[in-house]
């Protein structure tokens, strides 16, 4: 019952920014765990940032002081800001979200390519 939709992928130069976001429909928002992973060509999908429905959060040891992640509420929305980026963050991300209830029940959106050109 929850759906996920990422938006603002793009093609950047390293150093660029770029911000991402998900709007999530079909749930109570607020009891939503939520984080945003990433899949390059040949390699394993990995967590990139994660999010608690109280607002703590978690990064990843390579994405630590360059990226951001936020929740808003009021426009259902989760966003990752990318600052500094670097080729090595070439991906498809995903939005992903689990309902704080039952956290076997997992979301995930369709993806949204990021790359980054040196």
């Known amino acids: 019952q929850v759906q996920l939709v990422e938006s603002g992928g793009g093609l950047v130069q390293a150093g660029g920014s770029l911000r991402l976001s998900c709007a999530a429909s079909?749930?109570?928002?607020?009891?939503?765990?939520m984080g945003w992973h990433r899949q390059a060509p040949g390699k394993q999908r990995e967590l990139v940032a994660s999010?608690?429905?109280?607002?703590?959060?978690n990064y990843a040891d390579s994405v630590k002081g360059r990226f951001t992640i936020s929740r808003d509420k009021t426009k259902r929305m989760m966003y990752l800001q990318m600052n500094s980026l670097e080729p090595e963050d070439t991906a498809v991300y995903y939005c992903?979200?689990?309902?704080?209830?039952?956290?076997?029940?997992?979301?995930w959106g369709q993806g949204t390519q990021v790359t980054v050109s040196s």
């Open positions: 992903n979200a689990k309902r704080i209830t039952d956290r076997s029940i997992n979301y």
């Open positions: 999010i608690t429905s109280g607002g703590g959060t």
């Open positions: 079909g749930s109570i928002f607020s009891l939503l765990d």
